[in-house]
């Protein structure tokens, strides 16, 4: 068993699957559905006359408690990572890690097991974070050949992180490096120490975000669309100890987005409160980017 790695911290939510999160899932089918078709039509407009942008390769990546099932290679460049999750299952991510310097699985795996930041040659180049459960979500970046690992540090209700359970595996990126074009978004989302920042006020309706990371630190971004009358605050704070019910739904995001990356992410909003927030541990204290204020609450009407 490995022991709890500060990187687990508390990247949610096990327990957003509680009861309000049930009443949720019938609308976000719904907001999800209507999602997909956005996305089809983006690509459809990204190949129009003029843009020669071809289609990203896709890495399906499906859970189960505590497993993925992926291929065990994906070619180089542009990549969308497609997350299918099982309703009634727990909330799952799935990071993908580059292993660099000759290093194995093997070696990372033995690494989770000292607390602290991740080794230098562990780089964390991009991720899906979760949505509710049964929801499929994607990101879409940019990947180099080299040897990765896909990993999931949601917790349990026991507290200990999916990838102790057994949730890592191994995938290998093959090919030759190329500069792919990022997909086309309408917003950008930069992440700082420690702060998002919105390029246009997000509006109610489907949106390709693109999320790039100026900070020395690795960021995610967790979208949470929060319960009636609460706070990006209140979600932080729920976190700590996840008892009573969650004051939001998650809304998937960029998981793990190493410093100078950058990814794109659909996300199709209704009227309501959102929120960012970012829980990856900092590299100096430990403790989790809300800790230093890295949340940030926009309404959508
Ligand atoms: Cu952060």
Redesign the pocket.
């Known amino acids: 068993m490995l022991v709890k790695n500060l990187r687990t911290f508390p990247l949610i939510m096990p327990s957003f699957r509680a009861p309000m999160m049930v009443a949720a899932l019938a609308v976000t089918a719904i907001a999800c559905t209507t999602q997909h078709a956005s996305a089809k039509a983006d690509s459809t407009t990204a190949a129009a006359p003029g843009t020669p942008a071809a289609a990203p390769n896709v890495l399906l990546v499906k859970t189960s408690d505590y497993a993925f099932s992926a291929p065990d290679s994906v070619q180089a460049g542009l990549t969308t990572i497609r997350l299918v999750t099982n309703p009634g299952h727990e909330l799952h991510q799935v990071g993908l890690i580059r292993i660099d310097s000759s290093k194995t699985p093997a070696d990372f795996l033995e690494s989770m097991k000292s607390p602290g930041p991740l080794p230098k040659w562990a780089v964390e180049i991009a991720g899906v974070n979760p949505p509710a459960p049964g929801q499929t979500a994607e990101v879409t970046t940019n990947l180099e050949p080299g040897s990765y690992m896909l990993v999931c540090f949601v917790p349990s209700p026991d507290g200990v992180p999916h990838i102790a359970k057994g949730m890592a595996r191994p995938i290998t990126v093959t090919g030759s490096a190329s500069a792919a074009a990022p997909l086309p978004a309408d917003v950008e989302l930069t992440?700082t120490?420690?702060a998002f920042r919105l390029s246009t006020p997000l509006t109610a309706g489907a949106h390709v975000v693109r999320v790039v990371n100026s900070?020395p630190?690795?960021?995610?971004v967790q979208v949470v669309r929060l319960a009636p009358g609460k706070t990006a605050a209140d979600v932080a704070a729920w976190v700590e100890h996840m008892q009573g019910p969650p004051p939001g739904e998650p809304l998937s995001g960029v998981a793990g987005l190493g410093a100078g990356n950058s990814a794109t992410f659909p996300l199709t909003l209704t009227p309501g409160e959102y929120a960012f927030l970012?829980?990856?541990p900092?590299a100096k204290d430990g403790k989790?980017?809300?800790a230093?204020g890295?949340m940030y609450q926009f309404k959508v009407s």
């Open positions: 992440l120490d420690y900070a630190q690795t960021h995610e970012c829980f990856i900092d989790p980017h809300v230093h890295m």
